[in-house]
């Protein structure tokens, strides 16, 4: 971690708030949508699968469903920073 000095943990804030902001304002009218903002809730695959579950979306919902909705390209600005994060948070599981 770099040092952080106030000016550069004011702007850490501001980039979290504004992060926090979208996710709680984001409209989630589709079942992929859903599985982004739950995924943006949650952080974990098993708690969203949980989520869309409990919500009782028609088709049966497998995890693989769930990681093709995030690995898709971002529609939006939620999609495209939760993509990217899962991306990132997976690289050494997708290297092997």
Not at 34 to 47: N, P
Not at 51 to 71: M, Q, S, T
């Amino acid at each position: 971690m770099r040092y952080m000095t106030v000016d550069r943990a004011r702007e850490e804030i501001q980039r979290l708030q504004r992060y926090v902001d979208l996710v709680e304002s984001y409209e989630a009218d589709t079942l992929e949508k859903f599985i982004i903002k739950k995924y943006a809730l949650t952080g974990s695959l098993d708690k969203t699968l949980d989520l869309v579950h409990v919500f009782e979306f028609g088709d049966h919902i497998e995890k693989e469903d769930l990681v093709a909705v995030i690995r898709q390209r971002g529609k939006d600005e939620l999609h495209k920073t939760v993509r990217s994060w899962y991306m990132q948070r997976t690289r050494a599981i997708r290297r092997k």
